[in-house]
Each structure stands twice: as structure tokens, then as C-alpha cells.
């Protein structure tokens, strides 16, 4: 059984009011693997420039990560993001973006990624997320990240793709914008409408819902006295969720997507409390299992009912 | 044993992308009296005019509210608000505010207000929640609303009535400024050093956490599929979370205050239904129970652990 992951592979320089990084490992496909690596054997495909160095291989590669599907794009140059955050980190302003050898990825899996158990399509255009679909048709479940960007620009692409996929993990107001429903559950149940198993809702530091045939659950963010950076947030969170299913093998059903969730939630609690990869890097598995527990605790609905009037 | 509520009772012009009101019953008071009297007998405190008339007298004495202590003050006119909300509903804008007689309001609490078991001061400037507090020196639990306004232009008079109360219930960005804390839960916990037993952070429409010295616990708004009129959400929340409280009586657990976070959820949702009180009014209580159900089951983190690689 695997996992194969299509994204970005990608130096992000970010500023958050706790500190800076110039340069460091992120994208989308690094944040994802690096959390679905505590669930199974994760193949990364994406492409990085002469630039890509050793350590970014090594860190690529936490947790036995397969690289063979990374592809080296000679005389290229990889990916690079540069971003400063507000004072809340509520938002982020965009510095510089260099697409270098992402602009003209193209993904062909090889056959060990093709024959994945579990699909994850990190944010890239849509047309290419429904290429790499048509070459894992064996896979037992596929989820599927996007942006506002292919809303905006590639609508009908993106609408091809997501109806195509098992589950869509997307931001809140990217699901109400996609479908022009007034709010998150009725764009979830509306996208629900058009075949998928599932939809999750991401919230930023609120948390994520989750929608499928069988009803609604929500679990709020793991709250912390510190946030260092939030880049790649999305994309643990996907790790976690998506990584779990894998893990679950089986049926997915409301209940294993449910404990994923947990999982998800979890691990992206992790990645914001340092910068990019830094705290996932060496996070264990008792780590992981030590703030679920947390998790369960603070969501659970104790008290007693009281009488009501009226 | 009963439950004094001190705060603005008003009419509201009110237009949202469901509908528009040109003038109804709302202020904190008038919808946190409106959920919490499912709860106990409920006494409100706060000032209208002569334009207050029997079909809101009626309104507001729903479910055995009781108004000895609402103010007519004779030649005046009622507080009015008129505002607009976005199209997603995420924000408004104020169009008018006419304090009216509630720019003298000096609340002088009757005997039996000032005999309350529980207190909640509603939003109102710092200086005369604070004497509220001198006049109810027997209650057993207080809780305080408050706003950034009064962060601009009173902390201290804001900081010495929140030191003075046993529960601070505060918008998550709004307990940052007051503390300067980077996170809602460091800033909570810098406030429950002031001595406080809880601190609520609202969350808007994703939700509320709270905190205590026995832990956090954080609860997702009640997802609904269309939202009217989310004014009053706040004081609706308070009016649950507070007279379930009340009705729980003896000590305050952490326990007590996790169940009533989901009766102040609970009512906030159907609050937000339809426009001003229009759907609490005529709320029952085996609605509000089948609510709660529903939170538990969309909470309740089903699902297996799977085992953890590293």
C-alpha cells in the first residue's frame, strides 16, 4: 500500500512577527508528505532546479519518503515563495513568486506511483490534477486541494477535476465562493450533490468540518500560546487527514474520515509552532498520539442537562 | 433564585442579504433575557423611551421575563441602531446610532435585581458595570460583556471591573488587544491570572472556547445551511450560557461551564435564523434539547487510532 502526493516542492522565505527564514524547504508536496509519513509509504511527485540540495533531499526523505517520482529539472531553478504575515497572521501578503521549473510541470507518474492505494492532488491547475487522476485509476481513494486562483481563472477545469475525486479539502470561503452558496454547509452539501464521499471545510485557526452522506462533524484548531508560522498549515493538515485513511485501510467511512480529521488538526498544530518543516521534521509518533488525547478532552461535551423552561 | 441582566434593550433597522427590518426589538439585553429565561427567572435592567411599545413590552416579557426593572424614562426615545451586513455576513456597518436614553443610563437596581443569583452585565461602559457589581454583592456567579471601544478608551475602568467578575466573555480578537497576547488562548490565560474562574472566547461563526484553570474547551458554531440575521448572536450566546449556569446551580465546575458553552451555542444558532428575536421568541425547549444532541454527535470524535510509523 502507498501514498503518492502531486504538488509544489518549493524555498519559501517567510516573515511572521516571531522571526524570518531567506530560504527554506516548504510547498505544498514537502508539508504533505513530511505529516502523511507517520501513516504510510509516502512517493512525492513534483520537480526542484539544480538548487535543490542535499539537506532539502534529506529532509524530503523523513520517515523512509520515496523520492524517486521527484523530478530534477537540469538548468532549472526550484520553486520559490516569499511571503510576510500580519501581526495576527490572520493574513498574508505575497513578496515574490518564482515559479522556475513549476511553471512547466507536467506530472508522469511512474508505475509505483501510479499504482498508489491513496491519491493525494496538492494545489496545481486543475487540468493537470485530472491528468495525474487518469493515470492512478486504481487508486481506492483520491483527494483533491485547490485555490480561489482556478475558481477565478479555470472554473469549468477545476469543476471536471473535483467531480472526479472522492473528497475536496478546500478553505471555507473558496467552497461558498466555488458554489455561491451563502454558507459553508450548504456549498458542502451542494458539492456533496455532485458524487463526492466528502468535503472538508478548512477554517484557518478555527479548525475544519467535515460534510458526507452521513452528516457533519467539526473539530476547531488545537489551540496554542504560539504561532511561528503558519505556511503549510493546509498542507499538514492534508498529511495528517489523508495519511490516516491510507493507514485506515478499508471502507472510508464517516468514522474513519472523522478520526482523520484528528489527525489532520494535530499534525498542522505541529507545523505552525516552528518555521516550514522544522517542528514536523522531529516530531514522534507519541507526540502525535499525546495531543489527539488533548484534542478528545477539550471537545468532549461533558456537564449535565439542565431542566429547561418554556 | 434569579438571574439579573443589565444592559441596552433598543429597536434595530437592520438589512442583511436575506432580508431587511426597518425597526425591531433588539440590544443585549432584550436577546440575552430571551434565551436565558429558558433557563430561570430572568430580571433585565436598562432604560426605554415612549416609543417603547406594548408589542415589545410583550416580547420581552416572553417566557416569565421579568421587566420591574426596565427604566421608562418619560419624554425620551429608545436606542436605535441601523446597520448593514456583507454579502458573506462576515462584517457590517454601522448606518446610525442614537443612544438616546441610553446615553444617561445609571443603572439603579431594584431590590430584587440587586437579590440576583446569578449577574450578567451586557455590554455598557465599564464605570457602570462596575457599580452594577457594588449593588449585587451576593451573587454567586458574574459574568461581563464588553467591546474594543471600551479597550480604546477605558482599560483601566474596563481592566478593574474584569478583575472584579468571575467569567469575562469576550470576542477572540478583542481578548488579543486587550492583553497584547499573540494567541486567544495566551490571552486567555493571562486574563484568568487576573483571578478571573473563566474566560469566553467568541469566535463569531466559527464558534466559542473557553477557558479555566482545569483546561480549554472548544466548541464549533451549530452549522447551519442559511443564516438571516446575526445580530444578537453574541448576547444570545451569553443569555444560554450564562442561564444554564444559573439553572445548574451550586458550584461552578468546569464541567457546568462546558455544558453550558453548548446551550449558548445551541442558542445563538436559532438566534441567527430569522431576523432580531423573531425565531427565539417562539423557540421551545425540546428544540433546544434536540440541538444539543446534535453538537454531540457532531463533536463526538468517532473513529479508530491507527498506528503512527516513526
Redesign the interface.
Known sequence: MSLTVVGSIAYDGVKT??GERERMLGGAATHFALAA????EVRVVGPVGDDFDEASWATLRT??VNTDDVEHVAGGKTFFWKGVYSS?LNSRETLETDLNVFEHFDPKLSAGAQACDVLFLANIQPDLQYGVLQQCRSARFTALDSMDLWINIARESLERTIKAVDCLILND?EL?MLTGA?????AA?EILGWGLKAVVAK?GK??A?LYTAD??????AY?????ADPTGAGDTFAGGFVG?IA??GGEV????????M??GTALASFNVEEFGTERVERL??PE??ER?AD????????????????
Open positions: 512577527p516571531a509519513s507517520f501513516f504510510d520517515r523512509g495576527n470561503e461558498e451563502p454558507t459553508t454547509l450548504a452539501n477554517q478555527y479548525g468540518q452528516g457533519t462533524f467539526a473539530l476547531p489551540p496554542l500560546a504560539a504561532v490516516s493507514a485506515a467511512t464517516h468514522d474513519v474520515l472523522v478520526r482523520a484528528a489527525y514522534t509518533g502525535i498520539d489527539i484534542l478528545e478532552r477539550m471537545t468532549a461535551l461533558s456537564g449535565d442537562a439542565v431542566a429547561l423552561r418554556g
